[in-house]
């Protein structure tokens, strides 16, 4: 969905690195607290899939690679009784497991370094394994036919972009430049991806025990997963946004019905919003899936919908939740729907009855990253109802292990965190001016004695339609390791408290978000924890908008580092990836309609203000809040004479700001070594 895929999840100048980032000698006794070096070290479990009778989980686990800096996916399979783990065969990258419907088989992606993507088939019985597909592009959005004799997928097919004119002809053997390249999309870049190829993503089929594939979707649209067979595997059900102004209308897609003989789509929805994730069920008379009638608001909740498989008798299950659906998958008999959501900043797996009655199953689900705390994690369902998933029910001080029902499974990272003492979270109250109550925890220093009052960092989450939890975090506990208190909180804006509390900001953002992270930071101060003298302020994305915004609001701050903020909104309205978004979700009117409304919320109106060195941070390819936004707060702040310095994360993008290990420990590192330069506590690193 655009409006969800577009909201912020929100090194040019040599700032001094900490000794910590880099990999001790051989010779010298490991750090006893978190360094920037364990990032290497670090693993976490994703995407489970527990196989159709429940004894076995394929999971993807996530571990950093210090030869290549980078995080590595490989699959693991797990035994449900004993809990023995087992890595699947062959070398590169693996993701996206999916059982075929006897359990006897395991489809997913693997990747050789500098090869593409291929569907790949593993045979559990024999442990053989074969490549199925020699695909140009990745496969994703896999799925089996009911038979186990055919797959579906989702893949990108090249198209011919537009020309105008041409070159002359070059004569044999002549270097010449590079052709011109012609742009007439309305979205022609997307973050993480770069400038978007010509073609769109389309479905195909191919036999399970491999062949050539076979193209069943055409024309000039994208097709969305997932892919969901009916049980004679004559009918897929997908999304799609078909309209003939989908470019200037992105948020606007339907569920279709494919056959998958002739080609023939069929529109089973039919609303102004997103209608997407749709999946058949069991016994294919029905169809659950995702969305809501799109009134541009800045947050909707995506609610769980059933219907008859013709697209009739369209049933709201979800409506009095008030909490957005992530994921949706049917129960074997086809009387329940297994969903999970985000609820008051803690994710729960839910069984959802056709009269929508709804009954958590599992809650503390976590996974999807751990540079930041937010708020993540997947499940599966077997068919005799057994759940996996991926969470942390340690207080924070793990990344996301393996779970069946309410056992852990996996033990990643004990043997890298039994030697580390880390920082302890724990909830704080907070109360804002208004009297609401905001979610918000301290992460303390390794070492804090009760009482002791220690330089505290406000570290503030993107979105701003997000929402952190009591989740493992690098960038916390490296920042904690360094004797500093972090406060993160869930102030006005945030997800997982319901739409009334989302929208508080709606066409006002940012605004009295402000006034709840003071409030916060005010009750870290009354608790006894935070030295009013020593605060420093920092956010990614939204909170990078927030901390620039708090700079220009208030002095109380001793050091500030921007990372990937909006400057001017103006700017980043027409040059972000998703151009049209930000103008018709955040505002009311165009840049050119209302130019004071814009300008009025944009953090480069109060420059004039600022007082507090303010670090600025940035991947060098980043389409979301593009670098541009960062380089013109920092003129601002080196004309006016305010310390700063603009860091710039080489090859990364907006949502892989943190991908490289190296760069995110290094980040991490500049951004203490700025905030050590004006820290003045008595306990002051050297």
């Known amino acids: 969905m655009l409006r969800q895929t577009l909201a912020f999840l929100l090194l040019s100048t040599c700032v001094p690195a900490l000794a910590q980032t880099a990999p001790a000698p051989a010779s010298e006794q490991p750090s006893?607290?978190?360094?920037?070096a364990d990032l290497f070290g670090l693993e976490y479990a994703g995407s489970p899939q527990i196989s159709p009778d429940g004894s076995r989980i394929a999971y993807v686990r996530k571990s950093g690679d210090v030869m290549t800096d980078k995080m590595r996916s490989t699959i693991w399979l797990v035994d449900v009784k004993n809990a023995e783990q087992v890595p699947l065969a062959g070398t590169g990258s693996q993701f996206?497991?999916?059982?075929?419907?006897?359990?006897?088989?395991?489809?997913?992606?693997?990747?050789?370094?500098?090869?593409?993507?291929?569907?790949?088939?593993?045979?559990?019985?024999?442990?053989?394994?074969?490549?199925?597909?020699?695909?140009?592009?990745?496969?994703?959005s896999i799925a089996w036919s009911p038979d186990g004799k055919q797959i579906a997928y989702v893949m990108h097919v090249p198209g011919e972009g537009t020309k105008f004119g041409e070159a002359p002809a070059k004569p044999e053997g002549a270097k010449w430049a590079e052709p011109l390249e012609v742009i007439d999309r309305v979205t022609y870049r997307a973050d993480g991806d770069g400038y978007i190829k010509p073609g769109f993503d389309q479905v195909f089929v191919v036999a399970a025990d491999g062949g050539a594939p076979r193209q069943l979707t055409f024309g000039k649209f994208d097709v969305s997963g997932p892919l969901s067979f009916s049980p004679d595997g004559r009918t897929l059900v997908l999304s799609s946004n078909r309209r003939a102004d989908w470019e200037r209308e992105p948020n606007d897609s339907e569920v279709f019905a494919l056959d998958v003989a002739s080609g023939a789509l069929t529109q089973l929805t039919k609303r102004y919003g997103p209608d997407q994730n749709a999946v058949l069920s069991p016994d294919g008379s029905r169809i659950a899936f995702?969305?809501?009638?799109?009134?541009?608001?800045?947050?909707?909740?995506?609610?769980?919908?059933?219907?008859?498989?013709?697209?009739?008798?369209?049933?709201?299950?979800?409506?009095?939740?008030?909490?957005?659906?992530?994921?949706?998958?049917?129960?074997?008999?086809?009387?329940?729907?297994y969903v999970s959501y985000d609820d008051k900043a803690v994710r729960k797996v839910a069984r959802v009855d056709l009269a929508g009655k709804l009954t958590v199953l599992a809650e503390g689900l976590a996974g999807g990253g751990i540079d930041r705390p937010y708020t993540g994690g997947n499940f599966s369902v077997s068919r005799g109802g057994v759940i996996a998933w991926t969470g942390d029910t340690s207080g924070g001080l793990r990344p996301a292990n393996l779970f069946v029902g309410k056992r852990q499974v996996t033990r990643l990272n004990e043997t890298l965190m039994a030697g580390k003492t880390l920082g302890r979270v724990e909830p704080l109250d907070v109360t804002a001016s208004d009297g609401r109550k905001i979610g918000a925890w301290l992460v303390l220093p390794p070492s804090y004695q009760g009482g002791a009052r220690v330089p505290l960092i406000l570290e503030i989450h993107g979105g701003p339609h997000s929402a952190y939890g009591q989740v493992f975090s690098t960038d916390d506990q490296l920042y904690?390791?360094?004797?500093?208190?972090?406060?993160?909180?869930?102030?006005?804006?945030?997800?997982?408290?319901?739409?009334?509390?989302?929208?508080?900001?709606?066409?006002?953002?940012?605004?009295d978000d402000y006034t709840d992270l003071m409030s916060a930071v005010d009750a870290a101060i009354a608790k006894g924890v935070a030295d009013p003298d020593n605060l420093f302020v920092t956010g990614g994305s939204g909170g990078g908008v927030l901390t620039s915004w708090i700079v220009g609001k208030t002095d109380r701050f001793k050091a500030a580092a921007a990372q990937k903020p909006v400057i001017?909104?103006?700017?980043?309205?027409?040059?972000?990836?998703?151009?049209?978004?930000?103008?018709?979700?955040?505002?009311?009117?165009?840049?050119?309609?209302?130019p004071m409304?814009?300008?009025?919320?944009?953090?480069?109106s109060l420059v004039g203000n600022v007082k507090t060195p303010t670090m600025v941070v940035v991947g060098s390819e980043d389409f979301r809040t593009p670098v541009s936004e960062s380089e013109?707060?920092?003129?601002?702040?080196?004309?006016?004479?305010?310390?700063?310095?603009?860091?710039?994360?080489?090859?990364?993008?907006?949502?892989?700001f943190t991908a490289r290990p190296s760069q995110s420990a290094a980040k991490a590192s500049a951004i203490l070594a700025w905030f050590d330069k004006y820290r003045t506590d008595a306990s002051k690193a050297k």
């Open 32 to 36: 006893r607290v978190f360094s920037g």
């Open 480 to 511: 904690a390791a360094h004797g500093y208190a972090v406060l993160f909180t869930n102030p006005r804006g945030s997800t997982s408290y319901g739409s009334a509390f989302a929208n508080l900001i709606d066409k006002a953002y940012p605004g």
């Open 290 to 337: 995702l969305g809501y009638d799109d009134t541009h608001l800045s947050y909707q909740p995506s609610e769980l919908y059933v219907m008859d498989r013709d697209g009739s008798n369209v049933k709201a299950l979800t409506k009095d939740l008030d909490r957005s659906i992530e994921d949706v998958q049917w129960a074997a008999d086809g009387r329940l729907v």
């Open 568 to 594: 001017n909104w103006i700017s980043e309205a027409l040059t972000m990836d998703g151009t049209g978004f930000t103008s018709r979700y955040w505002f009311r009117k165009q840049p050119w309609e209302d």
């Open 597 to 604: 409304s814009y300008w009025n919320r944009s953090p480069l």
């Open 96 to 140: 996206s497991p999916v059982w075929s419907p006897d359990g006897k088989r395991l489809a997913y992606v693997g990747a050789e370094e500098g090869s593409a993507p291929q569907l790949t088939m593993r045979w559990m019985e024999s442990g053989a394994t074969a490549r199925i597909t020699g695909l140009p592009d990745s496969p994703s």
């Open 632 to 656: 013109q707060y920092y003129a601002a702040l080196q004309i006016r004479g305010v310390p700063t310095a603009l860091v710039k994360v080489p090859g990364a993008s907006h949502g892989g």
